[in-house]
């Protein structure tokens, strides 16, 4: 499946688990991010993964942008906080942001000097 505004970017149950991906390619949208956030250069990406093109690069960055931007900006049909549409659809941007920021957490060392497994 390819998102209509974002055609660079799809999702297929059986490529990365379903996850967003540039172009099929396994490369997870997530993995992108966290290279630039390294601080790993868009020529130093293209040249370790020549798949990868800049228009890939800018996908990932703007299909981010996009989904943490406010459902109001998003959801621009259902303005009335009282219908069912904007309860639903920002139902659903809760439950994706709090598995997102669950699997970010699970993934995350726990700090130095700390014992994960006391409370």
């Given amino acids: 499946m390819k998102f209509p505004v974002f055609p ?15 172009r099929g ?13 390294a601080g790993t250069s868009e020529a130093e990406i293209l040249t370790r993964h020549p798949e ?7 996908a990932c960055l703007a299909f981010a942008a996009e989904r943490l931007k406010p459902l109001s900006r998003v ?8 219908s ?8 659903s941007q809760w439950l994706a942001e709090q598995e997102f920021l669950k699997q970010l957490w ?6 130095a000097g700390t014992d994960a497994g006391s409370a």
């Fill in 8 to 22: 660079r970017i799809t999702v297929h149950p059986a490529i990365c688990q379903g996850q967003p991906t540039v």
């Fill in 25 to 37: 390619l396994r490369y997870p949208v997530w993995q992108v991010l966290e290279w630039l956030a």
């Fill in 52 to 58: 990868l093109e800049t228009d890939d690069l800018r």
């Fill in 75 to 82: 959801a621009q049909g259902a303005e009335n906080q009282d």
């Fill in 84 to 91: 069912e549409e904007w309860i639903l659809n920002r139902q």
């Fill in 106 to 111: 699970e993934r995350s060392p726990a700090p």
